[in-house]
C-alpha cells in the first residue's frame, strides 16, 4: 500500500510539476505569437500551442478521476489534442510554401477539420483505452487503437509536414533562414518523437517505458523554443 501511494503521488507530483509547467510556457509561447501579430500565419502556430497546452490541463484533471468512463474520454481529449495540434503546424508550413491566396481560409478549414474527423475514428475502437484499477488509473490502449493513431496521425500530419519543410529549405536563400529553419525542424521532430513515444509506452504498459519517455517530456520545453524561434520570431 505504502509502494502504491508513492507511485501515485509520484504520478501527481510529474503531472503538475513537469507536464503542466511545460503546458503553461507552451500557453506563454501562444501569447508572444498572438501578441507580435495575428496574421494567418501566426494564429494558425498558435493553434499548434493552445491545443498543447490546453491537452495538459485535462490531463492534470483526469489524474484524480477514479470513475473509469470520465477517466476515459478525459484521456481520449487529452492525446486527441496532443495529435489535433500537428496538423496547425503542417497548416502554417502549406501556407508558407504557398500563399494565403492559394491556400485560402477554407482549404486551412479543410484540412484541419479533415484531420479532426480522423482522430475522432479513435472513439469507435472497442475498449481502445482502459483506465481502472487493474491499470492503476493509468492510461493502457490496445494495439488496435495505437496501430490507428500512428498510421493517421504520420499519414495526414507527420509526413506532409517534414515534405513540406524541406521543400522551404530549398526554396531559403539565405544561411540566416536556413539556420532558423533547421532549428524549428529539430523542435518539431523533437513533439514527434515525444508524441510517439508516449503512444507506444501506453500500449506496452510498462512502468520503466513510460519513466524513459516522461522523463525525456522536459525535452518538449526545448521543442517549444526551437519551433518559436525557428518560425514564429524569425518569419
Same mark, same amino acid.
Given at each position: ?8 503521488? !509520484?504520478? #501527481?507530483?510529474?503531472?503538475?510539476? +513537469? ?28 493553434? @499548434?500551442?493552445?491545443?498543447? @497546452?490546453?491537452?495538459?490541463? #485535462? ?15 478525459? $484521456? ?11 496538423? @496547425?503546424?503542417? &497548416? !502554417? ?6 500563399? +494565403? ?9 479543410? =484540412? ?5 474527423? /480522423?482522430? =475522432?475514428? /479513435?472513439?469507435?475502437?472497442?475498449? &481502445?483505452?482502459?483506465?481502472? +484499477?487493474?491499470? $492503476? ?17 504520420? &499519414? ?30 529539430? &523542435? ?5 518523437? +515525444? ?6 509506452? $501506453?500500449? =506496452? ?8 519517455? $516522461? ?8 521543442? !517549444? ?11
Amino acid at each position: 500500500m505504502l509502494i502504491q501511494i508513492t507511485i501515485n503521488l !509520484a504520478r #501527481v507530483l510529474q503531472v503538475f510539476i +513537469e507536464q503542466f509547467g511545460m503546458g503553461l510556457f507552451y500557453l506563454y509561447m501562444a501569447i508572444l505569437l498572438l501578441k507580435r501579430s495575428r496574421d494567418r500565419l501566426n494564429i494558425l502556430m498558435s493553434g @499548434f500551442f493552445l491545443n498543447v @497546452f490546453i491537452g495538459t490541463v #485535462v490531463n492534470v484533471i483526469y489524474v484524480f478521476i477514479v470513475i473509469e468512463s470520465l477517466a476515459i474520454i478525459l $484521456n481520449f481529449i487529452t492525446y486527441f489534442l496532443f495529435c489535433f495540434a500537428q496538423v @496547425f503546424l503542417l &497548416g !502554417a508550413n502549406i501556407l508558407l510554401l504557398k500563399s +494565403e491566396k492559394t491556400f485560402n481560409s477554407k482549404l486551412q478549414v479543410l =484540412l484541419i477539420s479533415g484531420f479532426a474527423c /480522423l482522430l =475522432l475514428g /479513435l472513439l469507435f475502437i472497442p475498449n &481502445g483505452i482502459q483506465i481502472n +484499477e487493474s491499470t $492503476n488509473y493509468i492510461p493502457a490502449w490496445n494495439l488496435t487503437f495505437l496501430i490507428y493513431a500512428l498510421i493517421t496521425t504520420i &499519414g495526414y500530419s507527420i509526413i506532409p509536414n517534414l515534405y513540406v519543410s524541406a521543400l522551404l529549405y530549398k526554396r531559403f536563400k539565405t544561411k540566416e533562414l536556413k539556420r532558423k529553419w533547421s532549428y524549428y525542424v529539430l &523542435g518539431i521532430l523533437l513533439y514527434y518523437i +515525444e508524441w510517439c513515444g508516449v503512444s507506444i509506452s $501506453n500500449y =506496452l504498459n510498462d512502468p520503466m517505458i513510460r519513466l524513459i519517455w $516522461n522523463t525525456f517530456a522536459l525535452s518538449l520545453i526545448i521543442s !517549444a523554443y526551437l519551433i518559436y524561434y525557428g518560425i514564429g520570431k524569425s518569419l
